[in-house]
């Protein structure tokens, strides 16, 4: 504007461009149907980081003749964890990748890049590092990450039913408490248990990925670490927004809960 004095003055106003380069400007750029983000956080990332497992897979049985059992565990975990992702598609529409994060290059390379060539590392160490497993250890292996896939998939489930329709006879029973702005909170059922339940399945499920692959080296356990530390930091994010969503109801809903991700520690 003109001053007093006729001048005028420029003034840096918000915005930082290295900020806007990594989360994204835009928050879901669009070519008419076309969503760019919601294309990207389901299709060619998912789909590439099963390709290049099965790649892993018949790379060993080109090697050694056949598949081994940690091989095809590895292969079996991940398909089911896509698999699973692209049968409950509708689902990423209430994530924060898609609600809140722009799609900048934080979400571009992490769904076209980071995804299919870091979360392979496990099938990609086995190739170079054949695993012995036994049937125990196997049976073991197997059943952790079945536990992981339950708690990560009602969880999950139960949040979305009940964001889409609260008075569904599977979730009505639920105890909620009511905020300012009309939708109510979870407070009973797998939301009663930790504020994350579905972060804690998806950690179990990471650690029963990299067990396969024993205890000789470091790098299958990348993703698990990587991951628990992407969680911490995501849970973080959203318990701001949650607050500043939801004041009050949101405090009270941390004294009933009072755990983020696991019971009893964190
Ligand atoms: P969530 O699906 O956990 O969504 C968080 C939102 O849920 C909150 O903002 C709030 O939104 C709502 N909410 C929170 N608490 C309650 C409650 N008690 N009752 C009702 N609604 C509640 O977050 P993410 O988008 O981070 O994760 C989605 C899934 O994707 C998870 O399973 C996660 O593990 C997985 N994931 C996997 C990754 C991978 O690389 N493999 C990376 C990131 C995530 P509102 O109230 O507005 O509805």
Known sequence: MVLRDGSRLSYPINGNHFYDFFIGHELNPRFNNFDLKYFCELRPGLIGWVVINLAMLMKETELRGSPS?????????????????????????????????????????????????????????????????????AFGIISLNVLGYLIFR?????????????????????????????????????????????????????????????FSHVLPYFYVIYFAVLLVHREARDEHQCLKKYGLAWQQYCQRVPYRIIPYLY
């Open 154 to 214: 009602c969880a999950n489930s139960e949040k979305n039913l009940f964001r889409r329709d609260p008075t569904h006879p599977n979730i009505a029973g639920l105890e909620t408490i009511p905020t300012a702005t009309g939708k109510r909170l979870l407070v009973s059922g797998w939301w009663g248990f930790v504020r994350h339940p579905n972060y804690l399945g998806d950690l179990i499920m990471a650690l029963a990925w990299s067990l396969p692959c024993g």
């Open 69 to 137: 059992l940690a091989m095809i565990l590895v292969n079996v975990f991940q398909l089911l964890y896509v698999v699973d992702a692209l049968w409950n598609e509708e689902a990423v529409l209430t994530t924060m990748d898609i609600v809140q994060d722009g799609f900048g290059f934080m979400l571009a390379f992490g769904d076209l890049t980071w995804v299919p060539f870091t979360y392979s590392l496990q099938a990609h160490f086995l190739v170079r590092h054949p695993q012995e497993l036994t049937m125990f250890s």
